[in-house]
């Protein structure tokens, strides 16, 4: 679907239901397409707070000096 720039403003939330149902929507300016508006993804991988209130053990030597310094150098902080 296309619509003008002024549709898409007056229309806004008719576009969004639109686009929920599974329809692309293409914005153009003085019929020069600008934007587009598609369902957002929900493919994130990764979430904060995944491990909450279960239990969760660091590695062995995760604090040692050596691991410290890479984990340093990593970021352009000097070593102790």
Same mark, same amino acid.
């Given at each position: %679907?296309?619509v003008s720039l002024?549709? @898409?403003k007056t ?14 929507v293409?914005?153009s300016?003085?019929n ?7 369902? @957002?993804?929900v ?14 053990r %660091? ?5 040692s000096a050596?691991a410290?310094?890479?984990v ?9």
């Amino acid at each position: %679907m296309e619509v003008s720039l002024h549709d @898409a403003k007056t229309h806004l939330s008719r576009l969004i239901e639109a686009v929920e149902g599974g329809e692309e929507v293409v914005v153009s300016r003085r019929n020069k397409p600008v934007a587009r508006i598609v369902p @957002a993804s929900v493919t994130c991988s990764r979430r904060i707070g995944t491990l909450a209130g279960r239990p969760f053990r %660091m590695g062995d030597g995760f604090d040692s000096a050596k691991a410290s310094k890479a984990v340093a150098d990593e970021f352009g902080v000097p070593g102790k």
